[in-house]
């Protein structure tokens, strides 16, 4: 049935004109939730496995509309693992328009709706132009295959004309959830079209239109103990000093492939005084919940907390007493030395029931990427990271840099 839908999607002209941006408000900034949204049977950690292998996938190989079209048909009435914990933007597409839920992801970067079919589908209207192209992605919660239309988005105090998005025709693995907002390198979009062209990103269109002076997300998370809520805040085209504490530091993107096709960086990993992972090549992700180890650095922390594997959760599980002995754990980039307290190494215990765990247990946020270090993607610095550290991704000094916050320390957990 996918290569019939991927064999009727018609060709027509493409519509070419540049974007052109409307603003009303010179401070762009842009509130994000998060929610939960556990299903497939999958634990955190194999959520996040699942994405990073993806991800180490589509930079290590070409992708196509015949393979993209083959994995959806291999896919298809199987259980598809669903992206876990989530934080979603409101965004609105079309004239008149459809407000969509989008996941704010650093590790993708086309911009599609319509995931959800029965609540709130992909909508044609008076402003949406069909460019002919399909366009495809994989993610490791699933995928989406769909059409490519120039139209209106906004979002926050930003509305962008002629900007590229894609409505889904199908998307596996994405139930509850309306679609990606995709801000990572303009990059990740080559060969997700027929043309196989890049897509330009609404940061680069953002860019391009001189809304903003530089193609720069500032990501503002905040621990939270509920399981839904809005704690977070998107700056575009500059960072927001009010929410962070001192200056920010900047970090080169690695050339190491293939964390240098995304947001990656170099970096070093101690526990206490133990140094368990040497510099090596990682990403700093948006989309991934929990901090991705190396297997063999992964190994090293176990040992070294005395945690053990819970198997219902898929995390590290550790006693009242170990946790008062755990040390903190340091990630070094860029030459600076940032602290995970034993507090920020936990996942929230008023949270432990919503991951299938239980009510007073103590749970680790580390997990096992999968493979050893040595593979160019050694870890993922996930939200549980970010939501302790303001993070600004930057595509044009190729930098992503990071700065403390009013809960890098706090014990919220």
Same mark, same amino acid.
């Given at each position: ?64 509309k015949s393979k993209l079209a083959k994995a959806a048909a291999s896919s298809y009435g199987t259980s598809i693992t669903n992206i876990a914990t989530i934080y979603t933007v ?139 809520? &809005?704690?977070?805040?998107? !700056?575009?085209?500059? /960072?927001?000093? =009010?929410?962070?504490? %001192? $200056?920010?530091? *900047?970090?080169? #993107? ?86 995970? &307290?034993?507090?920020?190494? !936990?996942?929230?215990? /008023?949270?432990? =029931?919503?991951?299938? %765990? $239980?009510?007073? *247990?103590?749970? #680790? ?49």
């Open positions: 049935m996918f290569t019939q839908l991927v064999a009727t999607i018609s060709l027509a002209l493409f519509c070419a004109g540049s974007p052109v941006v409307v603003v009303r408000d010179n401070n762009i900034k842009l509130p994000i939730s998060r929610s939960f949204n556990i299903t497939g049977g999958k634990t955190l950690p194999e959520i996040d496995r699942a994405r990073a292998q993806t991800l180490v996938s589509r930079a290590t190989t070409s992708t196509s409101a965004v609105d597409v079309g004239t008149p328009p459809t407000t969509y839920n989008l996941i704010v992801d650093t590790g993708s970067s086309n911009t599609w709706v319509g995931a959800d079919k029965t609540n709130n589908p992909w909508k044609v209207t008076n402003s949406s132009i069909d460019t002919g192209e399909a366009v495809f992605v994989q993610y490791g919660s699933g995928l989406f295959i769909g059409e490519e239309y120039l139209d209106t988005v906004s979002f926050g105090d930003i509305t962008l004309y002629n900007q590229s998005v894609g409505g889904s025709d199908l998307a596996l693995g994405f139930s509850g959830i309306d679609g990606i907002f995709g801000i990572g390198p303009v990059d990740l979009t080559e060969g997700t079209t027929d043309s196989g062209d890049a897509v330009p990103t609404v940061i680069d269109n953002a860019k391009t239109a001189g809304l903003i002076q530089s193609k720069q997300v500032g990501v503002y998370f905040q621990p939270t103990t509920e399981d839904s809520s &809005t704690n977070g805040e998107l !700056t575009f085209g500059s /960072s927001d000093s =009010t929410k962070y504490n %001192g $200056t920010l530091n *900047a970090v080169p #993107l690695t050339t190491t492939s293939p964390a240098s096709r995304y947001f990656g960086v170099d970096q070093t990993v101690s526990y206490g005084d133990q140094k368990i992972l040497n510099s090596t090549a990682g990403i700093v992700d948006t989309g991934t919940t929990l901090l991705l180890l190396a297997s063999d650095a992964f190994d090293a922390y176990k040992a070294a907390t005395g945690a053990v594997l819970d198997t219902t959760t898929g995390l590290l599980n550790i006693t009242s007493t170990q946790y008062e002995k755990l040390e903190s754990l340091y990630l070094e980039l860029g030459g600076v030395s940032y602290e995970l &307290t034993p507090n920020a190494q !936990t996942w929230p215990r /008023s949270l432990n =029931t919503v991951i299938g %765990g $239980t009510e007073d *247990a103590i749970y #680790l946020i580390i997990a096992d990427i999968g493979t050893d270090s040595g593979s160019g993607f050694d870890f993922i610095n996930g939200y549980t990271f970010l939501e302790r550290y303001y993070t600004v991704y930057d595509s044009d000094a190729n930098t992503v840099s990071f700065a403390e916050t009013a809960y890098t320390f706090a014990t919220s957990n």
